[in-house]
């Protein structure tokens, strides 16, 4: 599996990941402001970048609409998921940060490793196929495994469910759902929904925790 294609810019880079993330997590394209917020990046700039993604073939873009994948754009997008992923499993395992630290670390370096370096790193942990935060790790033909889960906001009172993933966008958020017990491997019970205050309670690891729908939203369980 090759490194990026020639002529990407860092952000280029970036947003292929976050468009194939939205795709991924959200079931669809992301939009130009979605892409702006998560880069930091000034909407001319937005516009410019999607302009040249989609002149290259890499993505399908109308303006102000949402921004999908073409099949070579979904390519190069896995490569960036899986130096991602893997870097930030590099980090928890190797380097004793915490799965919250990792997320901004991750966008940093996964420009500069080298595919050599990458392959060193994947033969290094065993050659994961899922990262600290439950994601899976394309491997080195691009192949990644399908995830069968719901989000926890999708499960109804009396449903149980094993966590498997759980959204590293925002480390606060992490945080929090670790001091709950919420991450992957633990097996939760939908006690009640409710539905008009925007919140679930559910029991984890034998105490009954109270969840605001958004912060459900970013765990998965099956």
């Given amino acids: 599996m090759n490194h990026v294609a020639p002529g990407s810019s860092r952000v280029e880079e970036d947003y292929l990941r976050l468009i194939w993330k939205a795709e991924e997590w959200e079931r669809r394209g992301a939009t130009p402001a979605e892409l702006g917020a998560a880069t930091g990046t000034v909407p001319s700039s937005v516009s410019g970048a999607l302009g040249r993604l989609a002149k290259r073939g890499l993505i399908h873009h109308e303006p102000y609409g949402e921004a999908t994948l073409t099949d070579e754009g979904r390519k190069i997008a896995l490569q960036m998921v899986r130096r991602h992923r893997l870097i930030e499993t590099l980090l928890v395992e190797q380097f004793g940060f915490h799965w919250d630290e990792v997320h901004e670390e991750a966008e940093h370096l996964e420009h500069a490793v080298s595919d050599r370096l ?65 991450v992957p491997g633990e097996v939760v019970r939908i006690v009640s929904r409710n539905e008009f205050a925007g919140s679930m309670t559910l029991t984890v690891v034998g105490r009954e925790v109270s969840l605001a729908l958004v912060a459900a939203n970013a765990v998965w369980g099956a």
Avoid: K, N, W
């Avoid at 399908?146 to 449903?159: I, K, N, V, W, Y």
């Avoid at 606060?172 to 670790?178: F, P, V």
């Fill in 118 to 182: 990458l392959s060193r790193i994947d033969e290094l942990l065993g050659f994961p196929d899922h990262d600290p935060h439950g994601d899976p790790i394309p491997d080195s033909e691009g192949r990644i495994a399908e995830t069968r889960a719901l989000r926890l906001s999708d499960f109804r009172e009396g449903d149980e469910a094993t966590i498997v993933r759980v959204s590293d966008h925002e480390p606060a958020l992490l945080r929090y759902l670790e001091e709950q017990g919420l």
